[in-house]
């Protein structure tokens, strides 16, 4: 199994821009999420899926959207970057409760010029 | 909402010595408590957990302890070893919240050899 599987890992955007996180799990989870870790700081839930086709906003959902066509794949859609955004991105997955992340993906690092 | 304070947010302990980790949180009714280590530039890995109906839960060298009455939980590692050199994040999460995890800042902990 690979786990969690997060594409880029790496992006610079421009202010205005807007981008696809990629995410995809192939453990079966129902449940995956978004989380955004800023500098010295913990998680902060952007965006949860408790199964294909439901999706739901977390703690700081503004500038994105998201979802979950299958149960495989879960992405993060930023509208119009904004440097607020600069951010490293986690894509996680559980297959026990929503929003108890088991397995995190690498992470995207994000920078918005 | 739920806050969670984390302490200390740096812990400097020479090998083979033990480190604890203290979480307080504010929602009388949060049910989960789970830690995570972030290694630098890694993702971060879940690698213990606790629920509100058990009181203490040990995995090899690290152990959660859980005190409903003072809402506080902690993280003991002993024996410590370099490897275990990371930041550690803290959550805790209600079902009346979604599930939704609410993470402490962290703390940074460097074992010495």
């Known amino acids: 199994n690979a786990g969690v599987t997060q594409t880029p890992k790496f992006q610079v955007l421009k202010t205005g821009q807007s981008m696809t996180l990629q995410c995809a799990q192939d453990m079966n989870h129902e449940y995956m999420s978004w989380y955004r870790q800023d500098p010295g700081m913990g998680l902060r839930l952007i965006h949860y899926?408790?199964?294909?086709?439901?999706?739901d906003q977390g703690e700081v959902p503004n500038g994105y959207n998201v979802s979950r066509s299958t149960t495989e794949d879960f992405p993060l859609r930023l509208l119009s970057a904004a440097p607020s955004q600069t951010s490293v991105y986690f894509c996680?997955?559980?297959?026990?409760?929503?929003?108890?992340?088991?397995?995190f993906g690498d992470g995207t690092r994000l920078s918005i010029l | 909402g739920e806050n969670v304070e984390q302490h200390p947010s740096t812990l400097s302990v020479q090998e083979g010595d033990s480190a604890v980790i203290k979480c307080t949180y504010s929602d009388s009714a949060s049910n989960y408590f789970p830690w995570y280590k972030q290694e630098l530039g890694k993702r971060p890995q879940l690698i213990i957990d606790i629920r509100s109906n058990v009181g203490e839960k040990k995995d090899q060298r690290i152990a959660v302890t859980l005190n409903k009455t003072a809402k506080h939980f902690s993280l003991h590692i002993t024996e410590t070893q370099p490897e275990d050199s990371a930041v550690y994040f803290c959550?805790?999460?209600?079902?009346?919240?979604?599930?939704?995890?609410?993470f402490g800042g962290g703390t940074r902990v460097l074992v010495k050899p």
């Open positions: 996680a997955s559980s297959y026990s409760s929503p929003n108890q992340p088991q397995h």
């Open positions: 899926s408790v199964g294909a086709g439901i999706t």
């Open positions: 959550a805790a999460s209600t079902l009346a919240a979604g599930n939704k995890l609410t």
